[in-house]
Every structure is written in structure tokens, then in C-alpha cells.
């Protein structure tokens, strides 16, 4: 069977699914080989069904009937439960992928005990507009016939990345979240723009394009950001008294910090589907606090 056939299930139907199966729609992949469930929201579903076309059921083992990719797009919070569930359901030769932060593969193997094509992914809500980028990783056990085909699926939105699973949280900081930080960037910017007086739809306009145009200029040029930034930059000019502001207050090592706390969260989810061994409880508890 050619990969463009490839069936998937979505356990969750959240905003990382559907930026997942509008991707996929785009992509040319057939609604009906797309199938989604979610824990309890029938309103959800009707609408996924409505807008994309996608099969939906609130029965898991209909939903998993036929599906050769299973993605588990849960809060990492219900990821133990919604792996339960499903492991009853799943063919050995079927590959199980997690996008979930912090939930490691070994964590998974012992909630989906003989399944080996796990894989973990990281993706972005770029794949809405198959432009995200996603990092990668199968387990030891995972054959590379399985992880070709979840890659290819992960292709169709993006671009992917191999990395190996100690880079997880780091690429979850990165690339994961990172979408979030240039949003917060944009909401500053169009907050000045307001302060100045320039409408809003033209201060929106003006913003989206100049964070286009240099991620463009990144992807193009082949320099380096401290580069660009020169070349923007003129001595003594509008640039300067700007980036000497985000200096001062400290703009470049609140970035560094915010991507470390990511990655430190990252690691403490992992808690929450952690070994069920005497400090469980308790690293639950402290990874569910916040
Ligand atoms: N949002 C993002 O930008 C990104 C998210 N991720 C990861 O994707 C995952 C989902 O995130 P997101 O989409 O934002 O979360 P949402 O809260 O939007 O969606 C979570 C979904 O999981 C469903 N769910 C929970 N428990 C079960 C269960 N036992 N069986 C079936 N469905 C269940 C919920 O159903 P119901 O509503 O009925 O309770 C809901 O549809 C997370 O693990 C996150 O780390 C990864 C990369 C980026
Ligand atoms: O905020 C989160 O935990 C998820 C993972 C990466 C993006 N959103």
C-alpha cells in the first residue's frame, strides 16, 4: 500500500489535531482515512466532521478499526488513561506516535506492553498550513518501514527533523512552544503600534509582513540572525535606540531563561505518566501543580 493511503486515528481532538488534520486535508490525504475521537465532547467532533470531512466516533475501537497510524494529540496530563484505552484496540503492526510534551517512549511502551512502532513527534500549529517543523524519534523497537510512514505523514505538514529523544525537550522549548514567543513579540509590537496611533488593521498588516519577511530572509539568505539584525541596525539610527532598549531590560536573556523553564516543564510532564514506583505520587503531584 502506497503511504498517500495511509490511514490515521487521532485520540484527541484538540488544537494540535486539528491543526494536524488540516494539514493533512491539504495535504491530498482522504478525510475518511482520518478518524477522530476525544474523551466526551460530541460538539467537537461534529464540528471536525463538518469542516474537514474526517470520521468521528466516540467508540475508540471504532475509531481505531483500520488505522495503521495512531497519533495521541491528549494533554500529556491524560496521556496514562487515553493509552489504556487504547491499547486494547491496537494491532501489533500498528504505529503508535505521541505528540505529546514530555511523555518519554519508554513510559509509553509500558502503558501499550507489545507495540513496538512507537514514536515520539514534536510538532507545531504551523501544520495547519503544512509549514511546521517537527522533530522525530522512534523507539529501538519501532521498524523503519513504521517510522517511514510517520514521517512521511508529519512531511505532508512540514518539514521533519530525526533527533534523538534526549533532544525532546529541548526541541519542545524550541520549536514546540516557539510559536508562542513570536506571537507574544507581535501582540508587544502591535501594542506600540497602537500607543503611536497607526490603525489597527494597518499596524497588523505592517507587523505580520515584517515577521514574514525576516523569517523569509532567514530561510533564504543563508545568514546568520546576528547578521540580519546588522544589516537593519544603522549606527546611531532608529534600530539601534530600540535593540539598545531590549538590551537593557534584559529582552535576550529573558528569551534564553523562558526556552530553559520550557524545557525544564518539558521534563517534569514526564512525571505524569512516570514509573509507578514509590516517588510517583509525588512527582505527579508536583508536575500536575502548576
Ligand atoms: N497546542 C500546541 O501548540 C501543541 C501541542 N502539543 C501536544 O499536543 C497535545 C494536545 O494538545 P492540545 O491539542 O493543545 O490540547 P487540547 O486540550 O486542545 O486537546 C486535548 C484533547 O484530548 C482529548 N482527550 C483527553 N483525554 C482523552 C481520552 N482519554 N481519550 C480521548 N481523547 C482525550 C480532549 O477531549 P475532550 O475535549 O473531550 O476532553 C481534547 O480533545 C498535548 O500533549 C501537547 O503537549 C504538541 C505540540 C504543539
Ligand atoms: O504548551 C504546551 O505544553 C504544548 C507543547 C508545545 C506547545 N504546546
Not at 490525504?29 to 460538539?43: K, M
Not at 512507537?118 to 507545531?124: E, G, S
Request: charged fraction near 20%; aromatic fraction near 2%; proline fraction near 5%.
Amino acid at each position: 500500500m502506497a503511504q498517500s493511503d495511509t490511514t490515521v486515528a487521532l485520540i484527541g481532538a484538540g488544537k494540535m489535531a486539528e491543526c494536524l488534520i488540516a494539514g493533512w486535508i491539504e495535504a491530498g490525504l482522504a478525510p475518511q482515512a482520518i478518524a477522530v475521537t476525544n474523551r466526551r465532547n460530541d460538539q467537537r467532533l461534529a464540528e471536525l466532521a463538518d469542516r474537514y470531512g474526517v470520521r468521528t466516533a466516540r467508540d475508540k475501537a471504532a475509531v481505531l478499526q483500520g488505522a495503521q497510524v495512531v497519533v495521541m494529540a491528549v494533554k500529556p496530563v491524560d496521556m496514562a488513561t487515553a493509552l489504556e484505552q487504547v491499547a486494547p484496540h491496537l494491532g501489533a503492526e500498528v504505529a503508535v506516535v505521541s505528540v505529546a510534551a514530555g511523555i518519554r517512549l519508554e513510559a509509553m511502551a509500558r502503558r501499550l506492553p507489545g507495540q513496538p512502532h512507537l514514536v515520539r513527534a514534536m510538532p507545531n500549529t504551523a501544520s495547519r498550513l503544512r509549514q511546521a517543523v517537527t522533530a522525530l524519534c522512534a523507539a529501538p523497537t519501532c521498524s523503519p518501514a513504521a517510522f517511514d510512514r510517520v514521517r512521511w505523514l508529519f512531511d505532508q505538514v512540514g518539514t521533519t527533523v530525526e533527533v534523538g529523544e534526549e533532544a525532546f525537550d529541548a526541541v519542545t522549548a524550541l520549536s514546540g512552544s516557539g510559536p508562542a514567543y513570536v506571537y507574544l513579540l507581535v501582540e508587544a509590537m502591535l501594542e506600540a503600534a497602537r500607543d503611536l496611533g497607526l490603525p489597527d488593521g494597518v499596524a497588523r498588516d505592517l507587523a505580520v509582513g515584517t515577521v514574514v519577511g525576516a523569517g523569509s530572509m532567514l530561510r533564504h539568505t543563508g545568514l546568520s540572525p546576528a547578521e540580519l539584525r546588522r544589516q537593519v541596525t544603522s549606527p546611531n539610527g532608529t534600530t539601534a535606540a530600540a535593540i539598545a532598549v531590549l538590551e537593557e531590560m534584559a529582552m535576550p536573556a529573558a528569551v534564553r531563561r523562558a526556552v530553559n523553564r520550557a524545557a525544564a516543564r518539558s521534563a517534569e510532564l514526564a512525571a505524569l505518566v512516570a514509573d509507578d514506583g514509590p516517588d510517583h505520587a509525588r512527582a505527579r503531584a508536583a508536575a500536575m501543580g502548576s
